[in-house]
């Protein structure tokens, strides 16, 4: 009898401290993929000159017009920080194939990458909750 519980309370540990690895593993993987996504997702970012106009402070994106010509520069563009709380990503991706209108008129840009890239871009823009400063 004795053995039994033993066994039962070995088993258990096991079932548990397994469960627990599964969960922590996912659980980084998770995290991990996030970052891996955000620092994907910043670089489409600037690969396509969106920081021409925008920067995002929270992702430490600065301003960057490189060698933009004065035209393809807008200085009043916001910072991205907080664009998750105002629009979710489908709306944003609306709006950056000129499909939707903002405050009376169309994003100065369109966005010319691939789908996947758009994805990955636009998912992340939807997460960026933080108000700028
Ligand atoms: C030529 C300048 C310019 C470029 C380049 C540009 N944008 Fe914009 N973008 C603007 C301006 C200006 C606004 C604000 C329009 C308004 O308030 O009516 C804006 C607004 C936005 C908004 C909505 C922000 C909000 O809070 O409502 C998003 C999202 C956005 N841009 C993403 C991007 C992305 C992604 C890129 C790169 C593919 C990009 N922009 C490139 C000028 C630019």
């Given amino acids: 009898m004795k053995r039994d519980t033993t066994s039962i309370a070995v088993v258990c540990f ?12 996912l659980f980084s993987t998770g995290v991990s993929l996030a970052q ?5 997702a910043s670089a ?8 021409g106009c925008h920067s995002i402070q929270v992702a430490k994106v600065e301003l ?7 035209d393809e ?7 991205l920080s907080g664009v998750g709380l105002e629009h979710e990503q489908d709306w944003i991706k609306l709006y ?16 010319r990458g691939t789908d996947e890239e ?16």
Wanted: proline share 4%; hydrophobic share 35%.
């Fill in 64 to 70: 960057d017009v490189g060698d933009l010509e004065p």
């Fill in 118 to 133: 758009f994805e990955t871009l636009t998912s992340w823009l939807s997460t960026l909750k933080t108000e700028p400063k």
């Fill in 36 to 40: 891996d996504n955000a620092a994907a």
């Fill in 96 to 111: 950056l194939k000129k499909k939707v209108k903002y405050e009376g008129e169309k994003h100065e840009k369109k966005f």
């Fill in 44 to 51: 489409i970012f600037m690969d396509h000159e969106c920081q």
């Fill in 73 to 79: 520069i807008d200085e009043d563009a916001p910072d």
């Fill in 14 to 25: 096991g079932v548990t401290a397994v469960a627990g690895l599964m969960l922590a593993g």
